[in-house]
């Protein structure tokens, strides 16, 4: 891995990358593989990142991150849309 770092590095040198750019995309790719990872739930990204939700929530904001492409439809149907479903009470 190492060896593949490097060759990164030296690619972007020579192609003229600054280095803030080369951050912010390193940035930008390790965040968003690990929101992929975990299906979009900021809270076990945050976990695995090691960092506070709130600051994976301003880091996504920061990086201009579209979560919804990364959730991909993994949330729960509002409460509205949900099928009702009724239990019968037992007779005493």
Known sequence: ?????????MQMYRSGILYSEAVREFKKRFVQTVLQENNGNQCKAARELGMHRNTLSRTITELKLDIRVIRNGARRPPRAARPQVFEKKAAR
């Not at 891995?1 to 590095?9: F, I, N, T």
């Open 1 to 9: 891995m190492k060896d593949q770092l490097e060759a990164l590095v």
